[in-house]
């Protein structure tokens, strides 16, 4: 009887593997979509960074020997974006992180459709790069966040039946990957994606996180190689001196970076004071162009530090070729105010670092015989955390993006110290203070669209 049994208990097995086989092929099947994401957000993350690369070196080849030139490109560009940002693409506006966040905390998809798009994505991109031809001082690191949530969004979470996560994990998870891609920094991107889109909340998607990040990691490798964003530095700083410059910088940048925040929100909330800001919302496009002007007129006088990013000029400080100004980090801090008033596309995750630099160069005036270059990315570490408030992130971006582990520990003590101070003065941090003004200005665009849409059919 069993020798009888035996060819239907091969049978029975075979048909066994043979299902656990199609499940797993079902299955992956189903990730297929969330790879493909990936690997798009890998390839937009870099076409980006070589459109805004291409497009600051235009810039000052165009600007090179005749300064005046910019007198006439920023006011005209800044106000063409701002007019095709108004009329076409109303969610492309500022950074980008803001809108991320806003559409993760909603619940409503029509709202969140309207921040997150494909259309919205490639608008971004091209309007973020036409800033930086103009010479604003923008970066494309948090317009990167909001393309890699768009991108997520539309196409891993456009199944609505045994979706693989649910829509807050796929734009975190996008805003993830588009700090890792942007920055090669794939810790940075996680704990990014954990600390800043998931602000106080639980989060619990980290298959989706994971996979978002090695995939668009991935891409970004293969078309870029293994880089470090700010080249490899060699920080030192003896123990004597440590905790004294740890303190300074921690208490400075605290400061200076709360500050900053605190005078960003209130412009997102109140526009400009007085007279000049009822003139500002009538004539949306001549603020720009007199923003564009003021860039400018900045750049003139600083001999073209403020454009950009300032990526070219902290990495040259940190390599030894040349200390920043003293007045680098005034006169950038007002040349991402400018670009910020006007309402162009545009982030200051990549100008605040630079910010932050700026300050590090200051504050290393006081300290006469120590290395300026420690000072430099102390200053990164802690403007970033106080005007952010999110001190592990923080570190961790700047020690990928500096590929120094030399100096952990003060990294560790100066973004915490500045964190604390930041804590202390502004109760909401500053995306999701912006990402708060983002929904309600959405939902009061999307209520007028309706009421709009009534009156047509009403006729």
């Not at 390839?43 to 070196?57: D, N, P, T």
């Not at 709360?258 to 800001?277: K, Q």
């Not at 162009?344 to 006081?366: D, N, Q, R, W």
């Not at 502004?426 to 309600?440: M, Q």
Request: glycine share 12%.
């Amino acid at each position: 009887m069993p020798e009888n049994d035996k060819p239907s208990s091969t049978s029975t097995r075979r048909s066994q593997r043979l299902q656990r086989l199609t499940v797993s092929l079902r299955r992956w099947e189903e990730e297929l979509p969330m790879v493909f994401a990936a690997c798009l957000v890998g390839l937009l993350s870099v076409g980006f960074a070589k459109a805004a690369e291409w497009a600051i070196e235009f810039h000052a080849a165009l600007l090179n020997g005749r300064p005046w030139i910019g007198l006439l490109l920023s006011p005209l560009g800044f106000a063409a974006i701002a007019w095709i940002t108004l009329r076409f693409f109303p969610s492309a506006t500022g950074s980008g992180i803001p809108q991320a966040i806003a559409a993760s905390l909603s619940t409503d998809g029509r709202l969140r459709r309207s921040l997150l798009s494909i259309p919205i994505a490639l608008g971004k991109i091209l309007l973020t790069t036409l800033g930086l031809l103009c010479g604003a001082s923008i970066g494309r690191e948090g317009p990167t966040v909001q393309v890699a949530s768009s991108v997520m969004y539309a196409l891993a979470g456009k199944r609505k039946r045994r979706r693989l996560a649910s829509s807050h994990a796929l734009i975190v998870a996008g805003g993830g990957a588009g700090v890792a891609a942007a920055f090669n920094t794939p810790l940075g991107g996680i704990l990014f994606a954990i600390e800043e889109m998931s602000h106080r909340r639980a989060f619990q998607a980290n298959g989706t996180l994971l996979t978002a990040v090695i995939f668009s990691g991935i891409v970004s490798l293969l078309l870029l190689g293994n880089y470090t964003y700010f080249g490899r530095t060699d920080l030192a700083m003896g123990m004597a001196d440590g905790w004294k410059v740890v303190l300074a910088m921690g208490i400075a940048c605290g400061l200076m970076g709360s500050l900053y925040a605190r005078a960003l929100i209130a412009l997102s909330h109140h526009g400009l004071p007085g007279r000049a800001g009822q003139w500002a919302k009538r004539h949306p496009i001549y603020l720009a162009a007199a923003c564009g002007l003021g860039t400018a007129v900045l750049g003139w006088v600083t001999g073209g530090d403020i454009y950009g990013t300032g990526y070219q000029q902290v990495k040259s400080a940190l390599e030894g070729e040349g200390m920043l100004p003293w007045y680098f980090f005034l006169a950038k801090m007002a040349a991402i105010t400018l670009a910020f008033v006007s309402r162009i596309p545009g982030g200051v995750f990549a100008p605040a670092l630079a910010v932050g630099a700026g300050l590090g160069s200051l504050v290393a005036m006081g300290f006469p015989g120590l290395a300026p270059n420690v000072f430099l990315v102390l200053g990164m570490v802690g403007f970033l955390s106080a005007l952010t408030q999110t001190p592990i992130t923080a570190f961790v971006i700047v020690m990928e993006m500096t590929a120094n582990h030399e100096v952990l520990l003060p990294l560790m003590a100066t973004s915490l110290i500045a964190f604390a101070l930041s804590r202390t003065l502004i109760r909401t941090p500053l995306y999701h203070a912006l990402a708060r003004d983002t929904l309600r200005s959405a939902s009061e665009r999307l209520k007028q669209q309706k009421l709009v849409h009534q009156d047509t059919l009403g006729n």
